[in-house]
Nanobody, 123 residues
Framework: QVELVESGGGSVQAGGSLRLSCVSS???????MGWFRQAPGKDPEGVAT???????SFADSVKGRFTISKDNARNTLYLQMSSLKPEDTAMYYCAARRSGDVDCRLSTDWYYRGQGTQVTVSS
């Protein structure tokens, strides 16, 4: 069982930045990991995924504004969010595939997920 604990959410004005962190209880170096979000009253949306440097994917809505990275030594996944918009307001969830799963496409259906961290962007 992989435990994922997110942090870093908060309230920010439009145009601001936040960095979300996700600490995993298991090693992440070769594991597909990602972030998805859900705004009130809306369907979940895949935001970003990463296997390793250069093997990443992003939703069109965040391309050029969000980056995803791993610190393998700390078993930590990050989501750096810049140029935030009010429509980025949502609960953000860290997620992971099972070890060995090769599909790392954007998704809202993950084997493991954290409890979420709230991001609120005001105009």
């Amino acid at each position: 069982q992989v435990e994922l604990v997110e942090s870093g959410g908060g309230s920010v004005q439009a145009g601001g930045s936040l960095r979300l962190s996700c600490v995993s209880s298991e090693i992440i170096v070769r594991r597909c990991m990602g972030w998805f979000r859900q705004a009130p009253g809306k369907d979940p949306e895949g935001v970003a995924t990463m296997v390793r440097d250069g093997v990443t994917s992003f939703a069109d809505s965040v391309k050029g504004r969000f980056t995803i990275s791993k610190d393998n030594a700390r078993n930590t996944l990050y989501l750096q969010m810049s140029s935030l918009k009010p429509e980025d307001t949502a609960m953000y969830y860290c997620a992971a595939r099972r070890s060995g799963d090769v599909d790392c496409r954007l998704s809202t259906d993950w084997y493991y997920r954290g409890q979420g961290t709230q991001v609120t962007v005001s105009s």
